[in-house]
């Protein structure tokens, strides 16, 4: 009885024969509170897209208003691997292949003849500034030229296989573009530097591979890179950007072992200690290379 | 009523309910137990001899029971004492605080949190560790909230505990022959006890022998008179016979020995204390309006949950996420610290309403008075002072209204008769003077023979008082302004009027008079026996007559007078006598003047009671014979029909009928009262009010609420506060709905938009539960908006907490131009760091990714993993700035619902004030305290993105000044009906 009555309560309210009303109101009083509802989100949309429109025309194209979270730029390799680790045997062509043709490809925009062609050859060892005068904006803005020879080794130029077959691997780091950054103050080029990475063993005991991660060779020398590069446009009015790379190449690592390594961007302009962010003016990465013998 | 009696009574009933209904058999059951226990009790041991109960006791009126037998006894029934009503354990209590319905959807968000951190475990990719988080906040949410709840009971259950009597007490027994003290627990069945005046009658027992014994009977059936103990049965009522003294109640004055009939929780007050635990609580008006509503909150949130569940899953994420996003949803659409809110308004009222001397023992209580429509009083003790006190006195053929107030505040008449001065003398001599023994039965008035206190006058003044007409018998002559006069037939006749008067006030009549005794007949040192009678008791001299009441309290007429206009039906339910309620009853208003019963208009119009039409007449006095005589629908009628009710002479069993048919009526139900017998009607009430000082510990155990004071006028104050804090709730909640809707719009824009999180879970946390809960707490300090006095009490069935138009309003309006802001306010802060709302669209995947550490924003920068986050944490404290700003203009709006906020006054509630500098702080400190971005997301953000939201929040308060300047312009209109919550 009680089950049959609440089913009919709900049918009733569903849909009410006698009072002609559909889920307790009328078609009348759906229609104006559909109405009054449609009025009062056009009336809100309205307002939050002019809210919106507003604030669009606040912005600049070409600078951001704030970079709050961009004070150090991040560090990024080539080849990325897979989760920051570059495995792979050196005998077996198929398991660095991969590695070769990413860097192929990353490089091929860095072209001599590319950036010939597209860009500008600048003064080195200045930041190329070109502002824009009060009123009339200095666009397009050009860019300097970063040629691939410049990795001498690591180019892909001289050595197809980026010394991967030989075990010598090239890895190239890129630093990440932030607008109107000038890293390295008193016309001190900021550059990379590599080390084994450090890792905790047991309490308050730290080691590192250093033996195991032979010397390292930076391209350009020194790991620089060179102020001219700086400070970056954004890509709207610095269309043909190319950021400057540094390559490293390990020259006599030992094999079949894993081996950590750090690399930091030394800049006296740049905070690279950032405990949280591991990306920030730093890039880790993991190494190990096999052989048969 | 011997044990294997009241047996023989349950099973019958079983069988009754045996036959019928077969599956809901153990329901019933109880049910008819207790329809059983409301039926009369039928006991026949004052009616049978003496004889006949020594037989049926094994015992001896004259030396006791053995005392190796009363030790069988004593095992076989167990000690006399009341059980105490079973309380439910500690940890039930604490165990229901945490599996409301919220509670249990809390705890479903923070198992699925679990199972995705468990999960992310097991694949060794622990991208962090905010979902062990979010379940351990979510836990510890539920679980402080539930000690808070937990704590206001047990606070207020420690206040009873208070009131509990744990002096022992003792009984002279007569066991072997010999008169033993013991312990009044240690008494049995057949045990012959002796009282005395002043003693508490430790168990049931019938009157052997009595010396003007005298008990006061009023906590069981609210007889505000000593009543008379003495070894005649007569009644065949056990309640109304002479020869049964009741347990718990107290002997007077006098001596009687009795044998024990019952003991503990057989006594006629045990089996009273056994209805009430009996008697199912009702749950409270506001619990059932809470669950109404959680149950939709519940409802709803399981609903979005599991929509966007399967429209995650349609979209293509993992399952995991989609759980996930359940979780979120719900953690984002429960109002987290609604319970808590709830709570606190409640014990803030509990505390205001403390400090008028009203405890309330469930927090709940303090609205159900507000929506109280009938209060069910009882006479004595409540409405009442339950003292005898001179209400009338006639002398020199006036009749003089005497002072009733308690504390003889009021206006006295006039006290310079030489009559009076008399009168006074005779009244002041006749007080607990000696009288004769065993003759106190016999009507024969109380005299007695004092000295004058003049030196030179050597007479005897001999007084007496007594029943009127026996007095006025002795006498020949009657005082009249001092003079002597002759009792002349047209005396004769001034006195039955003055007599019939009073007697039809309800009062009790006594009659003085006295006679200087010849100083010769009797010199000084004349030994007077009032056994021989050797003086003069005749031809005295007629003082006057004075007529005592139990006096209503001074409070109690206004009080009542102020129900009423609050709609407030006052219902008088006493086991005194009619004449006497309905005396009472016309004093304090409950039967106002002018307003007639049906015997009135038949009297009036001299017409037999059957032809009056019973809706003429207003007032009705029912009394318990009639009453038994009624079916339930009869008793439903009339209370239908006469909108002001006495009912007298009413058992415990009736005074739970009146209730229920009351309640069956529609109404929610208050009863006051202090006696035993009111204690099953108060537990079976929506809200049952005891008397601090002079109620019974079984009515407060049963009460929701305490009158500390015994004042009947704070009744007035709890409803007051009662209808105050429903209102006050109400907006609470709808200020605590309003922001579950931009706390759930992130989430279903991220799920589907695919945009960067726009509010973490952490982040909703700390809105419902930190800043939030100041302001929807100081929405309780509101003052009224009108004169809620003046209001009919609320319905129950229409009136909602929280009904479709507060809901419509707070979700879809006012929470929707809070979403607008927080999306305003987040696309600014990412476009002026670097990404524009349109890249923004659809960036999720590739704005989560871990492994992606140079993401290109609309200006070509590029962003690592880390940098994304912190900015995605300064989105959630943006948009919980936006929500905050927001809330600080509902608030504003929520101070009124009908009413312009500029009418109700700005700075009027300070505490809301304060509550909004508090929010302030609060927002302030977790955006700009440092270590908070890593503890609990929130970021130091710019100050420019405080003042985007501001827009909007001027026009939530403007919107709202309109809407209701159209509520108050256009009553009735559609703008009022869908608009008006």
């Not at chain 1, 084994?196 to 991660?213: F, L, R």
């Not at chain 2, 005298?214 to 000593?226: A, I, M």
């Not at chain 2, 993993?865 to 919980?880: A, D, G, K, M, N």
Request: glycine letters at 6%; proline letters at 4%; hydrophobic letters at 40%.
């Amino acid at each position: 009885m009680a089950k049959g009555d609440k089913k009919n309560e709900w049918k009733e309210f569903f849909w009410n024969p006698r009072t002609r009303e559909f889920c307790g109101r009328t078609a009348s009083s759906w229609g104006l509170i559909f109405l009054f509802y449609l009025a009062f989100y056009i009336f809100l949309a309205g307002m939050f897209i002019l809210t919106m429109y507003v604030m669009l025309l606040t912005l600049d194209d070409n600078k951001p208003t704030y970079q709050d979270r961009l004070a150090t730029p991040g560090l990024m390799i080539r080849p990325k691997g897979e989760e920051m680790e570059i495995i792979y045997a050196k005998e077996n062509t198929e398991s660095w292949d991969t590695h070769v043709q990413a860097l192929n490809s990353f490089l091929s925009p860095y072209n001599d003849s590319v950036q010939e062609q597209k860009n500008y050859a600048c003064k080195p060892d200045q930041y190329f500034k070109q502002e824009d005068s009060d009123s009339v904006k200095n666009n397009p803005k050009r860019s300097c030229q970063f040629r691939r020879s410049i990795l001498e080794d690591c180019s892909g130029l001289t050595d197809r296989y980026y010394g991967y077959d030989e075990g010598k691997p090239c890895i190239i780091i890129k630093l990440n573009r932030v607008i109107g950054m000038l890293p390295g103050k008193d016309g001190q080029a900021p550059s990379i530097s590599c080390a084994p990475k450090k890792y905790k063993i047991g309490k308050d005991e730290w080691i590192d591979d250093t033996d195991k991660m032979g010397e390292v060779a930076y391209f350009p020398r020194n790991g620089t890179f060179n102020l001219m590069y700086f400070p970056y446009y954004g890509k709207k009015a610095q269309v043909n950007y190319s950021q400057p790379l540094v390559a490293i190449k390990f020259l006599n690592i030992t094999l079949n072992t894993e081996i950590n390594v750090e690399c930091k961007i030394i800049a006296n302009n740049i905070p690279n200690l950032n405990e949280r962010d591991k990306f920030a003016g730093r890039v880790s990465f993991k190494l190990r290379i096999n052989s048969r013998n | 009523m011997t044990k294997s009696d009241s047996y023989e009574m349950f099973v019958e009933m079983d069988n009754v309910d045996g036959d019928v209904k077969i599956k809901k058999k153990k329901k019933m059951k109880k049910k008819e137990k207790l329809e059983s226990m409301k039926k009369e009790m039928d006991i026949d041991d004052h009616e049978i001899t003496l004889e006949e109960l020594e037989m049926r006791y094994s015992t001896s009126i004259t030396k006791g029971l053995s005392s190796t037998f009363a030790q069988e006894v004593l095992e076989r029934d167990g000690p006399n004492e009341l059980k105490p009503p079973k309380g439910t354990p500690e940890y039930v209590k604490f165990a229901r605080q945490l599996a409301g319905g919220l509670q249990c959807l809390m705890w479903v968000a923070a198992v699925i949190c679990f199972i995705a951190f468990g999960i992310e475990i097991s694949k060794g990719e622990i991208s962090g560790y905010d979902d062990l988080y979010l379940a351990i906040t979510l836990i510890a949410v539920v679980v402080v909230t539930g000690c808070f709840g937990y704590y206001q009971e047990f606070k207020s259950t420690n206040i009873i505990a208070s009131f509990k009597n744990l002096v022992p007490q003792q009984a002279l027994v007569i066991r072997d022959g010999q008169k033993n003290q013991i312990n009044a627990n240690l008494l049995v069945v057949g045990d012959l006890v002796e009282i005395k005046g002043g003693d508490r009658v430790p168990a049931d027992i019938r009157v052997i022998t009595s010396q003007g014994c005298k008990v006061d009977n009023s906590s069981l059936t609210g007889e505000s008179e000593p009543q008379t103990r003495s070894p005649e049965c007569t009644h065949e009522s056990p309640l109304e016979t002479r020869n049964i003294a009741f347990f718990s109640t107290t002997c007077l004055e006098g001596v009687a020995t009795g044998v024990i009939i019952n003991t503990g929780d057989r006594t006629i007050i045990g089996r009273i204390a056994s209805l009430a635990s009996g008697v199912g609580n009702e749950k409270t008006p506001i619990a059932i309006e809470i669950e109404h509503f959680v149950d939709i909150i519940a409802g709803l949130a399981i609903f979005f949950g599991f929509t966007f569940f399967v429209v995650a899953m349609f979209i293509g994420y993992a399952f995991l996420e989609a759980m996930i996003f359940f979780m979120a949803i719900v953690v984002a659409y429960v109002p987290e610290g609604l319970l808590a809110t709830v709570t606190v308004c409640l014990s803030l009222t509990a505390k205001r309403l403390a400090r008028k001397n009203c405890v309330v023992k469930n927090l709940e209580a303090v609205e159900t008075l507000g929506s109280t429509s009938v209060i069910c009083s009882d006479k004595t003790g409540t409405l009442t002072q339950n003292r005898m006190t001179v209400a009338h006195l006639w002398f020199d053929n006036m009749i003089h209204a005497a002072d009733t107030t308690e504390d003889q505040s009021g206006q006295s008449f006039d006290q310079s008769s030489e009559t009076w001065r008399a009168l006074g003398r005779v009244a002041s001599l006749c007080n607990r003077a000696v009288f004769k023994p065993n003759q106190e039965t016999v009507p024969i008035p109380k005299l007695s023979i004092h000295e004058l206190e003049d030196p030179l006058d050597l007479r005897y003044l001999l007084v007496m008082k007594g029943a009127p007409e026996r007095i006025l018998e002795r006498c020949s002559t009657i005082l009249i302004k001092g003079q002597e006069l002759p009792l002349d037939e047209q005396w004769k006749e001034a006195f039955q009027t003055a007599y019939m008067d009073l007697g039809g006030l309800g009062e009790r009549v006594l009659g003085f008079c006295h006679i200087y005794l010849n100083e010769k007949e009797f010199p000084r040192g004349y030994t007077f026996d009032t056994d021989e009678m050797n003086f003069t008791t005749s031809g005295l001299c007629f003082a006057g007559l004075i007529s005592m009441i139990d006096p209503p309290r001074a409070t109690v007429p206004d009080a009542v007078m102020k129900c009423r206009t609050a709609g407030i039906r006052v219902v008088m339910v006493t086991g005194d006598h009619p004449i006497t309620a309905r005396a009472i009853a016309a004093n304090v208003g409950i039967i106002s003047e002018g307003s007639e019963t049906v015997e009135d208009i038949a009297t009036r119009l001299r017409i037999p009671v059957e032809q009056v039409k019973k809706s003429d007449a207003r007032a009705c006095v029912i009394n318990g014979g009639q009453l038994k005589d009624m079916t339930s629908d009869e008793l439903d009628d009339a209370l239908r029909n006469h909108p002001e009710m006495v009912f007298a002479r009413t058992s415990p069993q009736q005074k739970l009928i009146i209730v229920e048919s009351c309640q069956r009526l529609g109404s929610i139900v208050a009863v006051t009262g202090d006696g035993v017998n009111d204690s099953p009607a108060l537990k079976k009430a929506d809200i049952g009010i005891a008397m601090g000082i002079a109620g019974s510990d079984a009515a407060k155990n049963a009460a929701d609420m305490i009158l500390l004071d015994d004042n009947f006028a704070s009744i007035v104050t709890g409803v007051e506060q009662g209808r105050l804090i429903f209102d006050n709730l109400k907006k609470s909640i709808a200020y605590t709905l309003t922001k579950n809707i931009p706390e759930l719009t992130p989430y279903l824009i991220y799920i589907t938009v695919s945009v960067p999180l726009p509010l973490g879970c952490i982040t909703i946390l700390f809105i419902e539960l930190a800043t939030d809960i100041f302001p929807s707490v100081s929405l309780a300090y509101e003052k009224a908006e009108s004169d809620i006095m003046h209001l009919k009490p609320r319905n129950p069935r229409r009136d909602r907490l929280v009904n479709e138009a507060l809901a419509v309003y707070s979700y879809f309006q006012i929470g929707a131009i809070q979403s607008f802001a927080g999306f305003t306010d987040y696309f600014t802060a990412m476009a002026q760091e670097g990404w524009f709302p349109l890249l923004c669209v659809g960036l999720r995947s590739q704005w989560e990714d871990v492994r992606l550490q140079d993401l290109q924003d609309s200006y070509g920068q590029e962003w690592t993993y880390s940098q994304r986050l912190y900015q995605e944490y300064t989105c959630y404290t943006v948009f919980f700035v936006s929500i905050e700003v927001c809330q600080i203009a509902d608030v504003l709006i929520r101070k009124t619902r009908r009413l312009s906020a500029f009418q109700q006054g700005f700075f009027r509630n300070k505490v809301l004030v304060s509550a909004i500098v508090f929010q302030l702080c609060l927002g302030n400190l977790l955006c700009y305290c440092p270590g908070m971005p890593n503890i609990f997301n929130f970021m130091p953000i710019r100050v420019q993105w405080w003042f985007v939201p501001l827009p909007y929040g001027i026009l939530i308060f403007v919107y709202d000044e309109i809407r209701k300047l159209a509520v108050r312009r256009h009553p009735g209109s559609w703008w009022d009906q869908e608009l008006y919550y």
